[in-house]
């Protein structure tokens, strides 16, 4: 087992300001308030990835253009057209690991806990995905936030 843990983060509506960027006819990149914080708190004890669904050029813009593109190194940005069918695969990398997700996607985590049962699954409930989302039947998240501030201290204590 690997001493770091590793946390995959989604880029939309988990680290990235969605709603902003098409308030601004996909002009502004924005990342939310708490996040550099979070990411600087997390980058020397914590394996950081990204797991995210976009077309890959456009997903990257987003975190250089903002910034926070430093903190992942290339080997842990995975960003597919579907996450769903690379979960398997991706969960695969991380299996020595203590291993963290993070995604506004219900259905993502889920699958992810069906794959990996020792997985820790952190629900953002922040975006359209997250307001509309439906409960799944036998399923809660390990956790729920709004605001990925409490994610150091999530990580320290589990």
């Given at each position: 087992m690997n001493k770091k843990p590793a946390i995959l983060f989604d880029i939309d509506y988990t680290?990235?300001?969605t709603d902003f960027f098409k308030e601004s006819k996909l002009l502004k990149h924005k990342i939310y308030d708490e996040v550099i914080g979070v990411l600087e708190s997390l980058a020397e004890t914590t394996t950081l990835g990204i797991f995210s669904k976009g077309e890959t050029e456009f997903q990257k813009t987003k975190l250089?253009?903002?910034g926070i593109g430093k903190f992942f190194k290339e080997?842990?940005?995975h960003i597919f057209d579907d996450k769903g069918a690379n979960l398997r695969d991706i969960l695969e990398k991380y299996k020595s690991f203590k291993l963290f997700i993070v995604d506004?996607?219900?259905e993502i985590l889920h699958s992810a806990k069906k794959h990996m049962p020792q997985i820790f699954t952190i629900?953002?409930?922040?975006g359209p995905f997250a307001q509309?989302?439906?409960k799944i039947p036998d399923f809660n998240p390990d956790t729920e936030i709004k605001n990925l501030s409490v994610i150091p201290s999530l990580i320290l204590n589990t």
């Amino acid at each position: 087992m690997n001493k770091k843990p590793a946390i995959l983060f989604d880029i939309d509506y988990t680290l990235f300001d969605t709603d902003f960027f098409k308030e601004s006819k996909l002009l502004k990149h924005k990342i939310y308030d708490e996040v550099i914080g979070v990411l600087e708190s997390l980058a020397e004890t914590t394996t950081l990835g990204i797991f995210s669904k976009g077309e890959t050029e456009f997903q990257k813009t987003k975190l250089n253009k903002t910034g926070i593109g430093k903190f992942f190194k290339e080997n842990n940005v995975h960003i597919f057209d579907d996450k769903g069918a690379n979960l398997r695969d991706i969960l695969e990398k991380y299996k020595s690991f203590k291993l963290f997700i993070v995604d506004d996607k219900l259905e993502i985590l889920h699958s992810a806990k069906k794959h990996m049962p020792q997985i820790f699954t952190i629900w953002v409930k922040r975006g359209p995905f997250a307001q509309n989302q439906e409960k799944i039947p036998d399923f809660n998240p390990d956790t729920e936030i709004k605001n990925l501030s409490v994610i150091p201290s999530l990580i320290l204590n589990t």
